[in-house]
T-cell receptor, first 112, second 112 residues
Framework: GENVEQHPSTLSVQEGDSAVIKCTYS??????FPWYKQELGKRPQLIID?????GEKKDQRIAVTLNKTAKHFSLHITETQPEDSAVYFC???????????FGKGTMLLVSP | DAGVTQSPTHLIKTRGQQVTLRCSPK?????VSWYQQALGQGPQFIFQ???????QRGNFPDRFSGHQYPNYSSELNVNALLLGDSALYLC???????????FGPGTRLTVL
């Protein structure tokens, strides 16, 4: 089955800095890669996703890049703000099956 | 437009008991997936229901079972509860083959 590794487990940045979280996956059949943000005690919320026919996707301060050959994908957050502080999860699945395999999460702390 | 809802919010049970958790999908969604999230971990896929049938299953024992009703709502049942079943149980809904999953707020199960 699929295995998703996520690094780092914690990331502390100053407000305004950029943050990068990296994930690798094992199953070459995976072709859908969402990112979720989970605040303490809240539900995971989808913030961005990418399909394998695209190498990069951007939405305001958030971008995701995908390298299919190396089987890794990354989340980039620019101009971080204190409200970006949360746990971020990457996930992978095969399109059409809707079964997500998650990484273990990255706790992002943005200090004012 | 209501999002994904789950009930109850919290539940406390003792070892050996049985529990039923409920999920109503987002309007327009027909597929429900259940995940278990242990403290400090990413969600783990339990199973997925579509057209009232279990379509896919993760690495969980038969003590975990489910059901989907004609209105697409779903139940997760866990028999013979173990201490290790204590976790946040999340359901996510999607439209089959469209893959974007939206999570409910979860049910926090504590087994004593």
């Amino acid at each position: 089955g699929e295995n998703v590794e996520q690094h780092p487990s914690t990331l502390s940045v100053q407000e305004g800095d950029s943050a990068v979280i990296k994930c690798t996956y094992s199953d070459s059949a995976s072709n859908y890669f969402p990112w979720y943000k989970q605040e303490l005690g809240k539900r995971p919320q989808l913030i961005i996703d990418i399909r394998s026919n695209v190498g990069e996707k951007k939405d305001q301060r958030i971008a995701v890049t995908l390298n299919k050959t190396a089987k890794h994908f990354s989340l980039h957050i620019t101009e971080t703000q204190p409200e970006d502080s949360a746990v971020y999860f990457c996930a992978a699945s095969e399109l059409g099956y809707s079964t997500l395999t998650f990484g273990k999460g990255t706790m992002l702390l943005v200090s004012p | 437009d209501a999002g994904v809802t789950q009930s109850p919010t919290h539940l406390i049970k003792t070892r050996g008991q049985q529990v039923t958790l409920r999920c109503s999908p987002k309007s327009g969604h027909d597929t429900v997936s259940w995940y278990q999230q242990a403290l400090g971990q990413g969600p783990q896929f339990i199973f997925q229901y579509y057209e009232e049938e279990e379509r896919q299953r993760g690495n969980f024992p038969d003590r975990f079972s489910g059901h989907q009703y004609p209105n697409y709502s779903s139940e997760l049942n866990v028999n013979a509860l173990l201490l290790g079943d204590s976790a946040l149980y999340l359901c996510a809904s999607s439209r089959v083959r469209l893959d974007t999953q939206y999570f409910g707020p979860g049910t926090r199960l504590t087994v004593l």
